[in-house]
């Protein structure tokens, strides 16, 4: 909640930011690092409050640290405050939906809300280069490396393709007719581990062959092709190396597209996975449902999310 002073005296609304931030899908196969999208849930919801001074947190919903030196929205505020030479505080309460290491860009949605969060606050005018910069702070400091997908999705909204050098991401829309199908099973995955089994060569051949994909991945997503989009999501370097973070990963994938999935991918580092697929054929709900069932009975917990590709970070 905010001070008294801005409950109390209604004119002082205004040192109140409410910022929405999704949940996003990297890598989708072929697209490590680069290819995104953002999903209309879960998401993060967070209200930034001016104070005289300090960082102050507070968290509901998934649990992560309310220190503002460990927690990434306070990493990312105190670093706007000092380069900005912003002389006053904030208050950050925080609404945890996109559960810490799922492969859905929780971290993305922490650090991309603050940077939304604080310049709409404190008046803090960025261009889109500059509003990545500083997300990716949050996004390194939780990872430890400087991949730019997550938060140019969750920045962007739709489909997002992101450079890392230089920082820049572009954003497509993707085609009405995709859904998607978001399962998440109860396992943890530490995308800082889940980088260190990554192959540090590969060769020309599987090089050229994922770059064909990904290229042919986008313009499905774009058409709504789903035979392009068919052939297009595999990925011979990345997923066959993190399958084994993902829980019975190849038997779920099989289930997947045999109940109408068109594409099968591990979200980020897992242990999420996105399933895309036609609505007019499938009901994604009903995908999601079993593939919930298909975890229960191997004795797994899994949350389940659907919907369409959604927006990024809003001020509401
Ligand atoms: N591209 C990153 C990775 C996303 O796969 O490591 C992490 O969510």
Do not use: Q
Request: with cysteine.
């Amino acid at each position: 909640m905010c001070s008294m002073r801005t409950e109390i005296m209604l004119f002082w609304v205004v040192n109140m930011i409410r910022v929405i931030s999704p949940a996003t899908s990297a890598n989708l196969g072929p697209g490590f690092d680069v290819i995104a999208v953002a999903l209309e849930r879960p998401e993060d919801s967070m209200e930034f409050c001016e104070i005289d001074e300090g960082i102050e947190i507070e968290v509901k919903g998934y649990s992560v640290p309310v220190s503002p030196e460990k927690n990434i929205a306070g990493i990312v505020a105190n670093k706007m405050l000092g380069d900005f030479k912003i002389e006053r505080g904030v208050r950050i309460s925080l609404n945890k939906g996109i559960r810490p290491m799922s492969g859905l860009g929780s971290s993305a949605a922490s650090s991309t809300g603050t940077v939304i969060g604080i310049s709409e606050l404190f008046g803090i005018s960025m261009n889109r280069d500059k509003l990545l910069e500083y997300s990716l702070i949050g996004e390194k400091a939780t990872s430890g490396s400087f991949h730019a997908d997550n938060i140019s999705a969750c920045l962007l909204g739709g489909l997002t393709i992101a450079l890392s050098e230089p920082l820049k991401a572009f954003r497509f829309d993707v085609a009405s007719s995709i859904d998607y199908v978001a399962v998440l099973p109860d396992v943890e995955v530490n995308t800082r581990e889940a980088r260190k089994i990554l192959p540090k060569k590969i060769t020309l051949r599987k090089y050229s062959s994922n770059l064909a994909r990904a290229c042919l991945l986008v313009r499905a997503l774009e058409e709504g092709d789903f035979k392009k989009l068919n052939i297009a999501y595999e990925d011979n370097l990345i997923t066959p190396l993190r399958s084994k973070l993902v829980p019975f990963y190849y038997e779920l994938k099989r289930e997947a597209l045999s109940t109408g999935a068109e594409a099968f991918f591990i979200s980020g580092s897992g242990p999420a996975t996105l399933s895309l697929l036609n609505r007019e054929k499938v009901d994604a709900r009903d995908l999601a449902e079993h593939l919930k069932s298909f975890y229960l009975n191997k004795g797994i917990e899994a949350e389940i999310y659907w919907g369409k590709i959604g927006e990024g970070t809003r001020v509401t």
